[in-house]
């Protein structure tokens, strides 16, 4: 495709400014949302259930899909297959960096879409990673929490309709 001056096409940048926002006197200001590492709690399943049943009785729109759902998941429980066979107190370096990049993961598919963003705002999700440092043990009871959710996601059916 030809560049046009007064066109854009798919590989431009968009115009300068796009997306912010300004205050009364004009200075730019753009919302700042910082996810601070949060402890998962000791009673995680009832916290799982909770958070579906809060998402299930949303009127917020449509609750994460089974298979967004199933993918985040997954992220996770290839690191969990590695971690569950060891008995170090500390993750690998390996599982550290694939774990990392499962937050990225998770923050990147929360800003394309609404119903994850509310998901994983409700869930904690992005707090709860990152309070896991390196912790092998956390990072296990992590993955009891994701599966919890799913497990809770399907029982409460939230894709039929």
Do not use: C
């Amino acid at each position: 495709m030809a560049y046009q001056p007064n066109s854009r096409s798919y590989y431009q940048s968009p115009p300068a400014g796009a997306g912010r926002r300004t205050d009364q006197q004009g200075k730019i200001t753009q919302k700042k949302k910082i996810i601070t590492p949060k402890p998962l709690p000791e009673n995680y399943v009832e916290e799982a259930e909770r958070v579906i049943e809060k998402i299930a009785g949303s009127d917020k729109g449509r609750p994460i899909s089974s298979s967004k759902l199933r993918n985040l998941f997954s992220l996770i429980i290839d690191i969990y297959h590695v971690e569950r066979l060891r008995a170090e107190k500390t993750m690998e370096a390996d599982s550290v960096f694939k774990l990392r990049n499962a937050q990225i993961r998770i923050l990147y598919e929360a800003g394309r879409e609404k119903s994850v963003e509310a998901f994983v705002s409700e869930s904690n999700l992005l707090s709860y990673l990152k309070d896991i440092q390196n912790d092998r043990e956390k990072f296990l009871k992590f993955t009891h929490y994701m599966e919890a959710l799913v497990a809770y996601h399907r029982f409460y059916h939230l894709n039929e309709g």
